[in-house]
């Protein structure tokens, strides 16, 4: 099961990103890959993964971001309870303009 969101805010950096999101809430760390630029991440529950990729999209509201939710079969945390927790997480960034977008990978 997965889930995605896009949202915007005052972070210029995936590096100030996450060091905004460790003082919100669990343990984020920056890292990339081939396919996607740099990308925060976090595994705040078992089974669970939370990546949100940096866009490098400046609009007159802030910095774009994008983000999935991955939840593989040995979560047993309901999806209800992961989607409140991370909206929670970018309510204190704060995030605007949160949007549920297609999954991506």
């Not at 915007?8 to 396919?35: F, G, K, M, P």
């Not at 490098?56 to 040995?74: I, L």
């Not at 999806?79 to 995030?95: F, G, K, S, T, W």
Request: some cysteine; glycine content about 4%; proline content about 5%.
């Amino acid at each position: 099961m997965t889930g995605a969101y896009s949202f915007i805010c005052s972070y210029s950096s995936t590096d100030e990103l996450c060091d905004r999101l460790n003082q919100v809430a669990w343990h984020w760390q920056v890292d990339d890959n081939h396919w996607n630029r740099d990308y925060v991440v976090t595994r705040p529950f078992p089974g669970v993964r939370i990546r949100i990729v940096d866009i490098p999209v400046h609009t007159e509201a802030g910095f774009h971001y994008e983000s999935d939710v991955h939840v593989g079969k040995e979560c047993t945390t309901p999806m209800a309870e992961i989607d409140a927790a991370y909206r929670n997480v970018l309510a204190q960034l704060p995030a605007r303009d949160v949007r549920e977008i297609e999954w991506f990978d």
